[in-house]
Structure formats: C-alpha cells, structure tokens
C-alpha cells in the first residue's frame, strides 16, 4: 500500500511540474490524474489486465483530447513522464486494447509525438 501512495503521489507532483503547450486544452497535469488508477497496471505491479477504474478513466482521458494538438500534449507528457515513473513501455502498449481505447496516443517512451493525429 505504502509503494502505491508514492506512486500516486509522484505522479500527482510530476503533474503538477509539467506543463503542456499552450495551443493545447489538455495539461500534462490532466493526463497524468486521468492515469492515476491505472499506475498499478503501467508499473507492472498488478495483474495482467488493467482495472474497470483504470479503463473508465482512461476513456475519460481520451474524450478531453478532441485535438491533435490536445493528443500530441499528452504524448509529450507520456513521453516525458512515463520513464519518470517506472512506467513499462509493454503495459503502456497494452492499455488502448484492454480498454477498447480507439485512441492514437501512445503511451511509450520511444514515439514520436509529431506524428499523432
């Protein structure tokens, strides 16, 4: 328990250091908190399979990024943070499919966030 609240709260302080490009409406700060109860999943310390609070939030994220300027902010940010936090490029992968996210964000430390649409 005492490792999950120093994940939530490393992820709450690195959210509120980060800051998004202006043109988008998505803060690094908004996709980081809409993670947050997937942080057990992305960090590999839970099971195979991303909780129904995990997937809500994540479909809770993709509908605030309406933009490609908003989905190209929070890759940035997941780029930037992901590696930060111990986040598992595999799990990160894994997240849009277990969620039955239709979402063109990666969350993987190695994109090239210019290229989401």
Do not use: Y
């Not at 993670?35 to 993709?62: D, N």
């Not at 605030?64 to 908003?70: C, F, H, I």
Request: aromatic share 2%.
């Amino acid at each position: 328990m005492a490792e999950k609240m120093v994940v939530v709260h490393g992820l709450m302080v690195l959210a509120l250091i980060i800051a998004s490009p202006a043109e988008a409406k998505v803060s690094c700060g908004d996709a980081v908190s809409a993670l947050i109860p997937c942080g057990s999943f992305l960090l590999g310390m839970g099971a195979a399979k991303p909780t129904s609070e995990c997937c809500t939030s994540a479909q809770g994220l993709k509908k605030l990024t309406t933009t490609t300027a908003d989905r190209r902010a929070v890759c940035k940010c997941f780029e930037d943070s992901g590696p930060s936090f111990g986040i598992k490029p595999a799990r990160g992968k894994l997240l849009p499919s277990l969620c039955k996210l239709n979402i063109s964000i990666p969350v993987n430390p190695n994109v090239d966030c210019n290229k989401v649409k």
